[in-house]
């Protein structure tokens, strides 16, 4: 018996240390604490990025010798869930990777510290691009800045340059020419589709971005506190893509997502795809010259009006070395750190000493999108990520019902109404709760 | 020594009860509870609080994006479940997956075992290729089976290529043809499992029994019904209900095969709850559902043990 006593013992003191040893993300060494480790979550790693990071915080850990910086990699589909499972328990990073998509899940946790002093303060305080900044505070609910941004992510489509010229096309100007051309380069006996629908994971979004730039409609609300999501023009929009479906975009197109959309890109059986910057690296190493990009077409009235879409980083409350993981930061953020990393993911630098580099002027796509953004005549219409049954709306709810706007079985007027009036209750419940 | 004297156990000193000390006595009685109590403690960790805390949060309001909400709710997400249509759907395609896979995977698995239980050459080949699928994991399974039904590269695409049917066709993105389509991936790993466990059974039936039904005059097909089936009742029936209840919590293959599309289609109860969890981060009224669902199994789970009679000598 005593022996039982001794062992079960035993174990709950194995099992004591090592909760002990779970418990945290960060240490310090035997030393005393001289040399410090910062836990660094990315929330997009894969093949093309993270190298990338990992270049970046060689060159970090040699400029700051006291500092270790343990790099995770998290895919940016499961990212939102490791964060909530990390919150719960107590085991968040010291920096993450935070697009302004996280934003209001984050700081209703209250898992996020608050930035405004720290950037107050910082060297990089003015260099960075107004409009992101003024992006990362709308989407945290106007409660402060809570994301550091790093890279602008505008929705791009790209095409294939290659076949365009083949066909004697040029990259559409409006909307009504994207679809004249989609039907002038569809050849369905080949398997050949002039555009690609994202049906699945994702295609809230995607969607909500195409009505908005065609519509010219810059507010998610009007001054009642409406959705404008039902808007005619944005109807209109939306009717015009499902009309695309199986007339110009393959069957399959009803529950793609990225990847899929974008294997199809890859194996010459769709000619443009809508995605965003962020996917530069991956179709420039697929495709090469043979693929370029235009940004989202204005509307009819000539407005453009883009959503903003801001990638950045977040500061852990709980992490135990705020001072050196904000140093990471600030280390990302700055001008060197911030043009590499843009250059190589194709991505509009927040850091706008990144401007004059030499390559952002020759990068084509990435310098046109950042100049519409800073244009005087551009609208920001702010995808209303602040509140909280954002996700459930726009993904659990409108997937489902989109993929049935594109079979045929709900009306586009329906699908809107309904994105509409969850969106309107959301933001009545959302102001009633915060003023 | 003889042998039988190292081998029979010596049987207990006759006397009277030990009495006075109570210490050893007291050990004794206590012994059972400590030889349990690990295994007790495991089911209490693994089991019982896992379970507990899903009932306890069906009670909450509890979405872990809005903190400031969480509340005490009582009843007030199952009263919403019976308003929303979206269970109501997800539980009847859930109810009809089941019925079709079980029943599909019981039929191709009893055939398969009835088979391979026969003497032929390459018998243990056919065998190892019947039991195969079913060391291939869910996503695995799925990966395999996105590729064969792939618009561009799978099997419909060398078909169009030869005239059947049109290029780009995708099974799976068409509300029609995508509950067949899930229904043969799901085949192909199940199948095996209900072979497996009627081959072992089929191994057992006695050949004195077969040897009388053909003494009687009763043909192969006789024999089946009358020898084969009955004493493969048992097996059949623990079968079927350990499949119904794996098929009913199906995630892995409907998640990465359909993702529940397109438009709901493919959607079961458990797929629901994931999605409620995963993008909607709503844990109370998703851990409602995961109540009812187990409310549900296990209601069904009784009524069909006692209509089968499960165990019972015949």
């Known amino acids: 018996m005593s022996s039982m006593l001794r062992t079960t013992a035993a174990a709950l003191a194995a099992l004591g240390l090592l909760t002990a040893c779970s418990s945290t993300g960060s240490s310090t060494d035997a030393g005393g604490g001289a040399k410090v480790t910062v836990t660094y979550w990315d929330n997009n790693a894969g093949p093309a990025r993270t190298p990338l990071f990992q270049h970046l915080i060689d060159e970090f850990e040699k400029a700051n010798p006291n500092i270790t910086v343990k790099y995770v990699g998290v895919t940016s589909s499961e990212v939102a869930e490791k964060y909530n499972t990390a919150i719960a328990s107590g085991s968040t990073p010291d920096v993450g990777g935070v697009t302004t998509a996280l934003l209001a899940s984050l700081t209703a946790q209250k898992a996020l510290a608050p930035l405004d002093e720290l950037y107050a303060k910082s060297p990089l305080n003015g260099r960075l691009a107004a409009n992101f900044l003024a992006t990362s505070k709308a989407a945290s609910g106007g409660k402060g800045l809570f994301q550091l941004p790093s890279s602008g992510n505008q929705d791009v489509i790209w095409y294939r340059a290659d076949k365009f010229k083949a066909a004697g096309l040029a990259a559409p100007k409006t909307w009504d020419e994207l679809f004249a051309d989609a039907a002038r380069l569809t050849d369905k006996g080949a398997n050949q589709y002039g555009f690609t629908i994202r049906g699945g994971s994702g295609a809230g979004f995607q969607l909500l971005s195409e009505a908005y730039a065609y519509s010219g409609v810059a507010e998610m609300f009007d001054a009642s506190g409406k959705s404008t999501v039902d808007d005619p023009r944005n109807v209109a929009l939306i009717e015009k893509i499902a009309a695309q479906y199986k007339a110009t975009t393959p069957e399959a197109d009803v529950s793609n997502a990225y990847p899929q959309m974008l294997a199809q890109f890859q194996a010459n059986q769709v000619m443009m795809v809508h995605h965003n910057l962020g996917s530069t690296k991956d179709v420039r190493t697929a495709l090469g010259d043979k693929v370029a990009g235009f940004l989202l077409p204005a509307g009819p009235d000539g407005t453009s009006v883009l959503a903003n879409p801001v990638d950045g980083f977040g500061l852990f409350k709980n992490s135990k070395h705020q001072a050196e993981a904000w140093k990471f930061i600030e280390f990302l953020d700055s001008h060197a750190s911030n043009s590499y990393w843009n250059e190589n993911v194709g991505q509009i630098p927040a850091n706008t000493e990144a401007y004059a580099d030499e390559w952002y002027a020759k990068s084509g796509i990435t310098k046109e999108a950042g100049d519409l953004l800073n244009a005087p005549g551009t609208k920001l219409v702010q995808p209303p990520v602040h509140l909280p049954q954002y996700s459930k709306i726009t993904k659990t709810d409108a997937e489902p019902a989109f993929q049935k706007v594109l079979l045929g079985k709900m009306s586009a007027a329906d699908f809107a109404k309904g994105v509409a009036d969850a969106l309107t209750k959301a933001q009545a419940d959302y102001k009633s709760k915060n003023g | ?314």
């Open chain 2, 1 to 314: 020594m003889a042998l039988a004297d190292r081998t029979t156990v010596r049987p207990p000193a006759a006397g009277p009860p030990p009495t006075g000390r109570r210490g050893p006595r007291l050990r004794r009685a206590l012994a059972p509870y400590a030889l349990i109590s690990p295994t007790v403690l495991l089911l209490a960790v693994f089991l019982v609080v896992p379970v507990g805390s899903v009932v306890h949060y069906a009670l909450q309001h509890h979405v872990v994006n809005e903190p400031y909400d969480d509340a005490f709710v009582g009843l007030g997400n199952f009263r919403a479940m019976l308003g929303d249509q979206r269970f109501w759907d997800s539980l009847a395609f859930s109810a009809k997956w089941v019925v079709a896979e079980v029943l599909l995977q019981l039929l191709l698995g009893l055939a398969l075992a009835l088979i391979v239980n026969e003497t032929f050459v390459g018998r243990a080949m056919a065998r190892a290729l019947v039991f195969s699928p079913w060391a291939v994991s869910g996503v695995l399974t799925t990966s395999i089976w996105m590729l064969l039904y792939n618009p561009a590269t799978g099997v419909f695409h060398y078909l169009s290529e030869i005239g059947v049917g049109n290029a780009g066709t995708s099974v799976l993105g068409n509300p029609d043809t995508v509950f067949g389509a899930a229904v043969v991936a799901e085949l192909w790993r199940g199948v095996p499992f209900f072979a497996i466990l009627i081959l072992a059974d089929l191994q057992s039936v006695p050949k004195e029994l077969y040897e009388a039904a053909s003494i009687d005059g009763a043909g192969r097909v006789r024999s089946f019904l009358h020898v084969t089936l009955p004493h493969l009742r048992d097996a059949i029936v623990l079968a079927t209900l350990l499949r119904s209840v794996w098929e009913f919590n199906n995630v892995d293959l409907l998640y990465t095969l359909t993702n529940g599309g397109p438009a709901g289609a493919t959607t079961s109860l458990p797929l629901y709850v994931a999605q409620l969890a995963r993008k909607s981060y709503d844990f109370g009224y998703g851990s409602a559902l995961t109540t009812a669902a187990f409310v549900i199994l296990l209601f069904c789970s009784v009524l069909y043990l006692r209509l089968s009679k499960f165990g019972r000598q015949r």
